[in-house]
């Protein structure tokens, strides 16, 4: 089995947004205008904004985009007065950052990188991170929580979205249960063929049963996630410092 799930993932998504993916669509001229009259909101997970409360002092801070690409959540943020860095693996998402960065003059460091890879960048740089539903596509989160820990500035904020694990019990049909936990497509070669046989399906939409995605095993390369929800515990997403 391919060992760089990732590069394939990455293709996927770049097909994804050339289909008019969801998640890959850019926020209008407009939507930009308001977040600097401070009337905005983004999405963390499919279906609820994310507390402002959540979030630190916006103007002046440090903020990374993980996996984060798509033009829709750091032209917030630099509306609102903060330096962002986006860090993806995906060509087009990258390219929409900078479309939206260009129509808007301001400036964003854009970064095409694995994030489960150490990240390029040094220790302490941001003051928050956010991390929409995407660590379901790769098979070891634990590193990525390592990296965002010592990214993160002491007292930082790391904001991240999980996807449903129960989405990758059942078939196509969204009725039969096939498969089990935990879910891992890398770990089973006959899973990983058919997924690669389904390549370039177009994305999940949404359901009353599957919220983001559906459960076709090309979409995912990990093990069964939690429930879906936004996470904000404070052991990974508030840094203590000693």
């Not at 950052?97 to 890879?117: F, P, Q, S």
């Amino acid at each position: 089995m391919n060992k760089n799930y990732t590069e394939i993932n990455s293709k996927v998504f770049d097909k994804w947004v050339e289909e008019g993916w969801e998640w890959g669509q850019p926020i209008s001229h407009e939507t930009y205008v308001k977040a600097q009259d401070k009337d905005w909101f983004v999405m963390l997970t499919p279906t609820k904004p994310v507390p402002k409360e959540w979030f630190c002092e916006m103007k002046n801070a440090k903020i990374l985009g993980l996996a984060s690409g798509g033009g829709q959540q750091m032209p917030i943020f630099s509306a609102l007065g903060a330096a962002c860095t986006v860090i993806d693996y995906s060509e087009r998402q990258l390219q929409s950052e900078k479309e939206v960065a260009e129509r808007e003059n301001y400036a964003i460091e854009l970064v095409r990188g694995d994030i489960t890879n150490p990240l390029p960048f040094a220790d302490e740089s941001f003051d928050l991170i956010f991390h929409p539903v995407s660590n379901c596509y790769i098979e070891d989160i634990q590193p990525v929580w390592h990296e965002c820990y010592r990214v993160l500035k002491k007292g930082g904020i790391l904001l991240t979205g999980f996807d449903n694990g129960f989405n990758y019990l059942f078939d196509e049909d969204q009725n039969t249960v096939r498969y089990k936990f935990p879910f891992n497509s890398l770990k089973d070669p006959q899973m990983y063929e058919r997924s690669l046989e389904k390549i370039g399906k177009p994305a999940g939409t949404k359901s009353e049963h599957h919220d983001w995605f559906d459960c076709d095993e090309s979409k995912v390369t990990a093990i069964a996630k939690l429930p879906h929800f936004i996470s904000k515990a404070n052991l990974i997403m508030q840094k203590w410092h000693n």
